[in-house]
């Protein structure tokens, strides 16, 4: 089963993501996943789910420094 988080701002870089949940739907196997920001690596939300978190930049236009010089060239 699939899950759209929608898009958010990571709080520590600023970037433009969007996060999607992906689950498995069998019994037992519940474990806390991380959602991080594949830019800065900062921890977004945690949350016990039996499935994973798949998380994706959609945009770099408001990067705040140092990643956006890293990002933006």
Do not use: Q
């Not at 999607?20 to 800065?40: D, F, L, N, T, W």
């Not at 945009?59 to 890293?70: G, Q």
Request: glycine share 8%.
């Amino acid at each position: 089963m699939y899950n759209d988080r929608r898009e958010g701002k990571c709080p520590c870089c600023g970037a433009l993501i969007s996060v999607s949940e992906y689950r498995m739907g069998v019994p037992g196997g519940k474990e806390r996943e991380e959602a991080v920001c594949p830019i800065c690596k900062t921890v977004l939300f945690s949350e016990i789910t039996d499935g994973w978190f798949d998380v994706s930049v959609i945009s770099t236009e408001h990067l705040v420094e140092p990643y956006k010089n890293r990002y933006n060239k």
